[in-house]
């Protein structure tokens, strides 16, 4: 199994809070390009797939922009954009509030309901490979030690 010593070809930390940051980023950015690599062939990038996975949940019920920023992964992402890319790909709606005409509510689409559960199980997938060399009380101990370092 490669340390992240070798992953990035750097011998030694500062601290051993310093390994763990460096590894925490780098391991981030490979699970995002995995789940990326899955996502291509349904041509979303993982905000978009975000935000559909966002409308799935909500069973029907419309979502603001304000909603979905608040609500999904990468914060720094441009909400109201990704919208109009799955607009475009005909997977999500905007529609006037009928109680608040300033207000646009955003629902899935057929297409996105479709696109999304395919686009799930290929996520899925990449994440069982990922996942594969913890076990489940492993992958426990890991999310609480993540929990716990955002406090």
């Known amino acids: 199994m490669p340390t992240i010593e070798d992953a990035i070809?750097?011998?030694?930390?500062?601290?051993a809070a310093h390994r763990a940051q460096v590894n925490t980023i780098f391991t981030a950015a490979w699970l995002n390009q995995l789940t990326g690599r899955a996502l291509k062939p349904f041509g979303l990038s993982l905000q978009q797939f975000n935000i559909?996975?966002?409308?799935?949940?909500?069973?029907?019920?419309?979502?603001t922009v304000k909603l979905l920023t608040e609500r999904m992964i990468d914060k720094m992402s441009n909400a109201s954009r990704l919208v109009d890319k799955l607009k475009e790909k005909g997977f999500v709606?905007?529609?006037?509030?009928?109680?608040?005409?300033r207000r646009v509510d955003?629902?899935?689409?057929?297409?996105?309901?479709?696109?999304?559960e395919r686009a799930s199980e290929a996520v899925e997938a990449s994440r069982e490979l990922a996942f594969s060399q913890l076990t489940d009380e492993e992958a426990v101990t890991l999310s609480k030690l993540l929990d716990k370092l955002r406090g």
Do not use: H, N, V
């Open 9 to 15: 070809q750097q011998p030694t930390f500062k601290t």
């Open 52 to 63: 559909l996975r966002i409308l799935r949940g909500r069973a029907g019920k419309p979502a």
């Open 93 to 101: 709606e905007r529609r006037e509030c009928p109680s608040d005409r």
């Open 106 to 116: 955003i629902l899935i689409t057929d297409a996105g309901l479709d696109m999304i």
